[in-house]
Every structure is written in C-alpha cells, then in structure tokens.
C-alpha cells in the first residue's frame, strides 16, 4: 500500500536506497570476515585456546588449574605463570623446608589478580613487602583460582593445600559468594544449585577459559557456538569438539 501511495519517481528512490543499504551492510559483513580470516592468529577458537589457562573439573571444588606448567595470557597484555602443582607463581618446596613460613592465600579472581602481570600478583608483592621489612623467612603461595567462591576454597583447603604445611591460610571472597545470595532459598540452596562441571569423555581433557571466547565469538558470530557455556569449553589433546 505504502508503495502504491507514493509515486514512481519516490518510489524508485526508496527502492535504491534499500538496494545501497543492503550492499553497504554486506560489504560491511564481508570486510569483518576478511579482517578475522587475515588475523585468524588472534581470533580462531584454536589460537584462543593456545593462549587459554586450562582447568580441570575436580570432586571437592568445581574445578582448579591441573599440575601442570602454563604460560597463558589471561587478558589484554597479561600473562600469568602456573606451576606444575597448578598454582599461580614460582615452584615451591614440599616437604616444607624447616625454618620457612608458609602463607597460603585462597579465593577467586580478585586473589589471582586477573590484571597483574606475572610476579606484580598482590599476594606476591606481600611476600616482597614483609621480605624487604626483615622477614625474609617468608613464603606467599598464590591459591587464587578465578571463579573460585568460599565452598571451592574449602574442598581445596581440606583435600590438598594442607599438605603442604601452611602456617597460616587465608580465605579472601567477595563477589562470587555474594553473587549467588538473591536466588538462594530453602529449595535451591547451594547444594541443589550447584552441580559437577560436565567432563566430555576423553582422556587428558582440561577447561579452557578466555574472556575473548565469550566475546569474540558471540559478537561476531563467525564460528558456530557450543552448547552449553561459551567462557568454558573442553579440549581434548586427542580430539577436537
């Protein structure tokens, strides 16, 4: 109708300027494709894994960093270093050596410090700090995993990180504990809620995390999604997904 109304002079203009949207639109899609295939380096799902601190799922949290090294960025131009006890920083002794004090500090990101560069981690820099005011008998083990809220610290605290003979453990948390409070209730409490992180079947297979797997893919949606969460995907050192 709105056609038949106008007449055939506007009526050819709206038309050609439909046509030059959609060639303008498509043109715009086609140079994102070429910048993204040109610069696959940055953004393939395989060149995001590459640069991925993987985590494995386990029984008394939901997940942790497995034993193993990695030297992953973990956002922008920072990198972290993982030891292969699977924890942030430099190795460190077990048994305990007899006159070290051992400071273990637990949480999730905001312990991890997601935005420091390797070895500026606070945890660390607290170690550098009590070291410079004379007590140079002490250690500062970084047991921050991302993600981590208070039950996580507590599975790690009592089914590994006492073997290594703390002398003092902190808990630090915040957000990711408060974060689940507005939807708890008696009938979805922490223990119905919460469920196992999924394990795809195959053998050697760690939790990826990116924070360009979450928007890299969905904004441009130039790969196909997997189900179930984006942030976390599963690799497979034998199969892809």
Known sequence: MLLRRLGSRWRDKLMVALAGGGITTMLGLAAVEVYLRTTGDLVTLEALRANSLEFEATLFSRYAFPQMVQKKRVIADRWAEINERGYRGRSFIVPKPKDLVRVVILGGSSVFDVFAQEGRDWPHLAETYMRAKGHRNVEVINAGIP????FDSL??????IWMFEPDYVVVYHAWNDIKYFRRLNLESSLLRIQRPVPVNGHKNSYLVSNPFLCSTIVVASVFPLPAGNVCFRFR????RD
């Open 147 to 150: 993600g981590h809220a208070s």
């Open 236 to 239: 497979s050192r034998r199969s």
């Open 155 to 160: 599975g790690l605290l009592f089914s590994e």
